[in-house]
Structure formats: C-alpha cells, structure tokens
Nanobody, 116 residues
Framework: QVQLVESGGGLVQPGGSLRLSCAAS????????YRWYRQLPGMQRSWIGG????????SYADSVKGRFTISRGNAENMVYLHMNNLEPEDTAVYYC?????????WGQGTQVTVSS
C-alpha cells in the first residue's frame, strides 16, 4: 500500500509559477513511476506528465511541455511538479499518482486556480 498527499496548490495570477509536492508513504520501495494528472472543470482526469523511479526519465503532455517540470528532489518519498507561465486554462485539481507493482494509487488532489 502507498499513501500520497499533495500540497502546494492555490491561487496564482496568469504568468505565475507554483510548485506542487507529493509525499509518498508506505511501500515506497515498490513504486515504479510517479505521474501527475489534472482534472479541469467539467472534464475527465488527464495525464500531464510522469517520471520513472527513482530519478527519470520524464515525459510530458504537449499541453504542458516546456512549462511544467517533474522532479524528485533529495527525499526519496517526494515528487514535485514545477509549473511556470501558468495560464487560466491550467486551472484544475492536480493529482499525484504512482504505479507500485500491479497497483496504482492516487492522492486526494490539490486545487490550482489561475486567475487575475
């Protein structure tokens, strides 16, 4: 079992930046990949990027490529989503997801609102 907790969401102006964090606990040694998803209002949850454990490679959806970066940092249980040049269209609930063995786990999500 793996538990995930996201943090770092909030309100930001267009063109601004945010860093989301995802803290994993439990059987973190079984995690094969970390992924970020988002769910825009009225839309289905969609994949925006991921990183293979422990430290890469990374891949991104076209909609965020060049603006968003995923990193692991120094703590083995952490993954980050660095978001730059945010647009109102990035307003969504952002979710951390991991694949561990044959299972996948989700965090509770964190709201990001991009508005002036």
């Amino acid at each position: 079992q793996v538990q995930l907790v996201e943090s770092g969401g909030g309100l930001v102006q267009p063109g601004g930046s945010l860093r989301l964090s995802c803290a994993a606990s439990g059987s973190i040694s079984s995690i094969g990949s970390y992924r970020w998803y988002r769910q825009l209002p009225g839309m289905q949850r969609s994949w925006i990027g991921g990183i293979i454990a422990p430290v890469g490679p990374t891949s991104y959806a076209d909609s965020v490529k060049g603006r968003f970066t995923i990193s692991r940092g120094n703590a083995e249980n952490m993954v980050y989503l660095h978001m730059n040049n945010l647009e109102p269209e990035d307003t969504a609930v952002y979710y951390c997801n991991v694949i561990a063995g044959v299972s996948q786990y989700w965090g509770q999500g964190t709201q990001v609102t991009v508005s002036s």
